[in-house]
C-alpha cells in the first residue's frame, strides 16, 4: 500500500522534492516528538513503539541511514512512513508536513509532469492545523478587549498575570455568533474547513455561527506543538451550558489520546522519567508556574489506556527505566473514585504510580493560590504509592471493631495486593494488610491467594505480537547472509559490485532469497545511494510480506563490527557467505562420486572429479580471502 501512494503522489509532488524531503528529514528528530529515544549502540536509538504495547523497547531508530523499524510488531519505514502510521495521515500531508519543518516549498505537477504548478490546497490535516492556528490568534487578540474583562479578572483571580495568559496562549470567545467564522472565511478556509475542524457550525437556520462564545479559551496541542482543538470555560451565569466545553472528535483530535500541556511538559518529562496528572487547565498552568514542569491534564474525558500509552513512550516506562507517575485528585468522594480508577490501570505502566492529595481537598491552582509556589513542589514531594491510598480508602469504609467489619475489609483489599505488577512487594503488603486490619498474617494471604489465583481481574494480559517471519540467526550459515544483505541496504557505496558479483543461489534461507532477488531488481547494489529512498526501493521489489519486514529489521540491525566497516569487511562478509555455498557443493559432489562406478562411468566420474577439483581449488582461494572471519 504504501508503495501505491508513493507512486500515486509521486505524479503530484515532484519526486525531487520528495527526495529532497527525504534528505533534509532528521527522523530521530520526527520520532522524538512522539517517543523518547535512548541510546541502542551503534549510532542506533530505541524507544518503546508506538505501534503496540511492550515493556521493553524494542522500536529502533537508524539516524544515518533515516528508517525506522520495530522488531516487536515488524513495522517500519522512512520519516514519511512513520507519520502516516502514527498521525493517520496520507502520503502527500506527511511529506507537505516534513517539507514545512524542513523549510522546502514542494512543487506540485499536472498528470503529464511537464508543467510544475503550485498545490492549490494543502492536505486535509494541514488545512485543519492551519485552521487552528488562526483560529488562537484571533482569540488571543480578543481576549484583550473591553468584552474579555470577565476572562482576564478569571485569570487573575487565579493568579495568572498576562505574561502567563501569554505563554499558554489564553484568549476569548466573543460575544457575537459568527465574528470568528467570518474572520477565518476571509482567510481562505472553507465551510466544510471550518465545520470538519469544529470551529463552526451549521445554525437551524443553516448558515455557518461558531462554535465558541463569550468563553475563556485554551488551545489543546498534540505532542508536535500543532494545535488541534481547543477547551472554553464559561464565564457568564446567564450561559446554559456546561462549565467547560471543548472541541468535539474531529480528523486531528481524539480526545482518549489528547492531553493538555503535553507539547510543553514531554521534554521534562523524559529527563526527568516522571509525570505529573492533575485535573484541569488551569491546574496544569498552576503546576508548571510553580516548579513542576512534568504536568499534564486530559481534556474533557477521564483518564484512560490511550493517555497511558502515550505517557508511557514520552516517559520511557520500560524495564530498563521505570517512571514515576503521580495523580493528584481532589480529596472528595469524586476524587476518591478516580483515583481507584487509576490504581486499575496501574497494571499498564511498568513504573511506579503514586498519588498526591492537597491538603483541604484543593486542587493544584487553588494551592498555589492559597500557600504559593512552594506548596505545589511540597505536594509532589509528599506523595505516596496508589496502593497504599487504595488500601487505605478500601479499609476506612468498615467497622475494624467488628470481626464482620474486618474480615470484609480483607475480602476486599486482598485483589487490590493480589493485582500488584510487583510481585516481591505482595507479601509486604500481606504483613501491611494484616497489620492494619488487626488480623493474623495467615488469613489475609490465603485470601490475597485466593483473589490472585488464575488472572486477576483487571490485569491485561500480554498482547498478540503479530510478528513477521524472520530467518533463524543462530547457524553460521545464517548469520553472514543477514551481515551481507545488512552492508547491501546500510553501506551500497562501499558494498557495491562486490556484493552484485555473489548471486541468489548462494544464499540458503529462502527469505534471504527473496530480500537477494529483490536488490537485484531495485537495480543492484552498485548503483545504489543508499538511505531511506534505496531501502524503501528494495522493500517495495520484495515479494512478500516476510522479506518485506526482513528489509526494515536489516536496516537497523548492527553490523557485526566493531567501529565502521571498510572494503576488507565487505570482502570478508561475501568470501565467508560463498564458502557455506561452495563447501556445501563440494560435499554434495563427494557423495555422488562416490556413488559412481568410475569403471561403467568412467566420464561421468572424471567430468565430477574436475568439478571437485575446481571447486576445492576456490574454497581454498575463499578461506584465504575470508581469513580473520566475522
Given at each position: 500500500?504504501?508503495?501505491?501512494?508513493?507512486?500515486?503522489m509521486?505524479?503530484?509532488?515532484?519526486?525531487?522534492?520528495?527526495?529532497?524531503?527525504?534528505?533534509?528529514?532528521?527522523?530521530?528528530?520526527?520520532?522524538?516528538?512522539t517517543?523518547?529515544?535512548?541510546?541502542?549502540?551503534?549510532?542506533?536509538?530505541?524507544?518503546?513503539?508506538?505501534?503496540?504495547?511492550?515493556?521493553?523497547?524494542s522500536?529502533?531508530?537508524?539516524?544515518?541511514?533515516?528508517?525506522?523499524?520495530?522488531?516487536?510488531?515488524?513495522a517500519?519505514?522512512?520519516?514519511i512512513?512513520?507519520l502516516?502510521?502514527?498521525?493517520?495521515l496520507?502520503?502527500?500531508?506527511s511529506?507537505?508536513?516534513?517539507?514545512?519543518?524542513a523549510?522546502?516549498?514542494?512543487?506540485?505537477v499536472?498528470?503529464?509532469?511537464?508543467?510544475?504548478?503550485?498545490?492549490?490546497?494543502?492536505?486535509?490535516?494541514?488545512?485543519?492545523?492551519?485552521?487552528?492556528?488562526?483560529?488562537?490568534?484571533?482569540?488571543?487578540?480578543?481576549l484583550?478587549?473591553?468584552?474579555?474583562?470577565?476572562?482576564?479578572?478569571f485569570?487573575?483571580q487565579?493568579?495568572?498575570d498576562r505574561?502567563?495568559?501569554?505563554?499558554y496562549?489564553?484568549?476569548?470567545?466573543?460575544?457575537?455568533?459568527?465574528?470568528?467564522?467570518?474572520?477565518?472565511?476571509?482567510?481562505?478556509?472553507?465551510?466544510?474547513?471550518?465545520?470538519t475542524?469544529?470551529?463552526?457550525?451549521?445554525?437551524?437556520?443553516?448558515?455557518?455561527?461558531?462554535?465558541?462564545?463569550?468563553?475563556?479559551?485554551?488551545?489543546?496541542?498534540?505532542?508536535?506543538?500543532?494545535?488541534?482543538g481547543?477547551?472554553?470555560?464559561?464565564?457568564?451565569?446567564?450561559?446554559?451550558?456546561?462549565k467547560?466545553?471543548?472541541?468535539?472528535?474531529?480528523p486531528i483530535y481524539?480526545?482518549?489520546?489528547?492531553?493538555?500541556g503535553?507539547?510543553?511538559?514531554?521534554?521534562?518529562?523524559?529527563?526527568?522519567?516522571?509525570?505529573?496528572?492533575?485535573?484541569g487547565?488551569?491546574?496544569?498552568?498552576?503546576?508548571?508556574?510553580?516548579?513542576?514542569?512534568t504536568?499534564?491534564?486530559?481534556?474533557?474525558?477521564?483518564?484512560?489506556?490511550?493517555?497511558i500509552?502515550?505517557?508511557?513512550?514520552?516517559?520511557?516506562?520500560?524495564?530498563?527505566?521505570?517512571?514515576?507517575?503521580?495523580?493528584?485528585?481532589?480529596?472528595?468522594?469524586?476524587?476518591?473514585?478516580?483515583?481507584?480508577?487509576a490504581?486499575?490501570?496501574?497494571?499498564?505502566f511498568?513504573?511506579?504510580?503514586?498519588i498526591?492529595?492537597?491538603?483541604?481537598?484543593?486542587d493544584?491552582?487553588?494551592?498555589?493560590?492559597?500557600?504559593?509556589?512552594?506548596?505545589i513542589?511540597?505536594l509532589?514531594?509528599?506523595?505516596?504509592?496508589?496502593v497504599?491510598f487504595?488500601?487505605?480508602?478500601?479499609?476506612?469504609?468498615?467497622?475494624?471493631?467488628?470481626?464482620?467489619?474486618?474480615?470484609e475489609?480483607?475480602?476486599?483489599?486482598?485483589p487490590?495486593v493480589a493485582k500488584?505488577?510487583?510481585?516481591?512487594k505482595?507479601?509486604?503488603?500481606?504483613?501491611?494488610?494484616?497489620?492494619?486490619?488487626?488480623?493474623?498474617?495467615?488469613?489475609v494471604?490465603?485470601?490475597?491467594?485466593?483473589?490472585?489465583?488464575?488472572?486477576p481481574a483487571?490485569e491485561?494480559?500480554?498482547?498478540?505480537?503479530?510478528?513477521?517471519?524472520?530467518?533463524?540467526?543462530d547457524?553460521?550459515?545464517?548469520m553472514?547472509?543477514?551481515?551481507?544483505?545488512?552492508?547491501?541496504?546500510?553501506e551500497?557505496?562501499?558494498?557495491?559490485?562486490?556484493?552484485?558479483?555473489?548471486?541468489?543461489?548462494?544464499?540458503?534461507?529462502?527469505?534471504h532469497?527473496?530480500?537477494?532477488?529483490?536488490i537485484?531488481?531495485?537495480?543492484?547494489v552498485?548503483?545504489?545511494?543508499?538511505g531511506?529512498?534505496?531501502?524503501?526501493?528494495?522493500?517495495?521489489?520484495c515479494?512478500d510480506?516476510?522479506?518485506?519486514?526482513?528489509?526494515?529489521?536489516?536496516?537497523v540491525e548492527?553490523?557485526?563490527i566493531?567501529?565502521?566497516?571498510?572494503?576488507?569487511?565487505?570482502?570478508?562478509?561475501?568470501?565467508?557467505?560463498?564458502?557455506g555455498?561452495?563447501?556445501?557443493?563440494?560435499?554434495?559432489?563427494?557423495?555422488?562420486?562416490?556413488r559412481?562406478?568410475?569403471?561403467?562411468?568412467?566420464?561421468?566420474?572424471?567430468?565430477?572429479?574436475?568439478?571437485?577439483?575446481?571447486?576445492?581449488?576456490?574454497?581454498r582461494?575463499?578461506?584465504?580471502?575470508?581469513?580473520?572471519g566475522?
Open positions: 500500500m504504501y508503495a501505491e501512494e508513493v507512486a500515486e509521486a505524479g503530484r509532488i515532484r519526486d525531487e522534492d520528495i527526495a529532497l524531503v527525504r534528505e533534509r528529514t532528521s527522523i530521530a528528530e520526527v520520532i522524538s516528538d517517543v523518547t529515544l535512548k541510546s541502542a549502540g551503534g549510532g542506533n536509538l530505541k524507544g518503546l513503539c508506538p505501534f503496540h504495547d511492550e515493556k521493553s523497547p522500536f529502533n531508530v537508524s539516524p544515518a541511514r533515516n528508517v525506522w523499524y520495530c522488531f516487536g510488531c515488524g517500519g519505514g522512512d520519516a512512513k512513520f502516516m502510521d502514527a498521525e493517520h496520507s502520503f502527500v500531508e511529506v507537505e508536513r516534513l517539507a514545512a519543518r523549510g522546502i516549498q514542494l512543487r506540485y499536472e498528470d503529464d509532469r511537464s508543467t510544475p504548478r503550485q498545490r492549490p490546497q494543502q492536505g486535509q490535516r494541514q488545512r485543519l492545523v492551519a485552521a487552528h492556528a488562526a483560529a488562537v490568534e484571533f482569540y488571543r487578540a480578543q484583550s478587549t473591553a468584552g474579555a474583562r470577565p476572562a482576564r479578572e485569570l487573575a487565579r493568579g495568572f505574561a502567563a495568559a501569554e505563554r496562549d489564553c484568549g476569548f470567545a466573543p460575544d457575537a455568533w459568527d465574528l470568528l467564522t467570518k474572520h477565518l472565511r476571509q482567510q481562505g478556509f472553507s465551510h466544510d474547513e471550518l465545520v475542524a469544529g470551529l463552526s457550525r451549521p445554525s437551524r437556520s443553516g448558515s455557518l455561527i461558531d462554535r465558541f462564545r463569550r468563553r475563556l479559551m485554551w488551545p489543546i496541542r498534540d505532542l508536535t506543538g500543532d494545535v488541534i481547543f477547551g472554553a470555560r464559561k464565564l457568564f451565569d446567564d450561559d446554559d451550558g456546561p467547560y466545553l471543548n472541541t468535539p472528535e474531529t481524539k480526545k482518549s489520546h489528547v492531553l493538555y503535553i507539547d510543553q511538559a514531554k521534554r521534562e518529562i523524559a529527563k526527568q522519567g516522571k509525570v505529573v496528572v492533575v485535573e487547565y488551569t491546574d496544569v498552568m498552576a503546576c508548571h508556574l510553580a516548579g513542576v514542569p504536568a499534564v491534564a486530559t481534556c474533557g474525558t477521564a483518564f484512560g489506556a490511550d493517555h500509552g502515550v505517557l508511557r513512550r514520552v516517559l520511557f516506562d520500560s524495564d530498563e527505566r521505570a517512571g514515576e507517575i503521580i495523580f493528584t485528585f481532589d480529596g472528595d468522594a469524586a476524587g476518591q473514585k478516580a483515583a481507584l480508577r490504581f486499575e490501570d496501574d497494571q499498564r511498568v513504573g511506579r504510580t503514586f498526591a492529595v492537597s491538603p483541604d481537598n484543593m493544584p491552582c487553588e494551592l498555589r493560590l492559597a500557600k504559593g509556589d512552594l506548596a513542589r511540597d509532589v514531594a509528599r506523595r505516596e504509592p496508589l497504599d487504595a488500601l487505605r480508602h478500601v479499609i476506612n469504609r468498615y467497622d475494624l471493631d467488628t470481626v464482620d467489619g474486618r474480615v475489609a480483607m475480602r476486599r483489599a486482598a487490590l500488584l505488577k510487583d510481585r516481591e505482595r507479601p509486604e503488603y500481606v504483613r501491611k494488610l494484616a497489620g492494619d486490619l488487626g488480623m493474623e498474617i495467615e488469613p494471604q490465603r485470601a490475597v491467594l485466593t483473589a490472585g489465583s488464575g488472572q483487571g491485561p494480559s500480554a498482547p498478540a505480537r503479530p510478528g513477521p517471519a524472520t530467518p533463524t540467526v547457524s553460521p550459515q545464517s553472514v547472509e543477514r551481515e551481507a544483505l545488512k552492508l547491501a541496504l546500510q551500497p557505496v562501499l558494498a557495491g559490485p562486490m556484493f552484485d558479483a555473489v548471486e541468489a543461489a548462494e544464499y540458503r534461507h529462502p527469505v532469497q527473496a530480500v537477494r532477488a529483490a537485484a531488481a531495485a537495480g543492484g552498485a548503483t545504489a545511494t543508499g531511506a529512498v534505496w531501502i524503501e526501493q528494495v522493500r517495495d521489489a515479494a510480506l516476510a522479506a518485506q519486514a526482513l528489509v526494515g529489521e536489516l536496516a548492527p553490523l557485526r566493531d567501529g565502521e566497516p571498510d572494503p576488507r569487511y565487505v570482502s570478508i562478509t561475501m568470501a565467508r557467505l560463498q564458502w555455498s561452495v563447501t556445501g557443493r563440494i560435499r554434495d559432489l563427494k557423495s555422488k562420486i562416490q559412481i562406478n568410475p569403471v561403467s562411468s568412467k566420464d561421468e566420474y572424471f567430468a565430477l572429479f574436475g568439478e571437485l577439483l575446481s571447486l576445492e581449488q576456490h574454497a582461494a575463499l578461506r584465504e580471502q575470508a581469513a580473520g566475522l
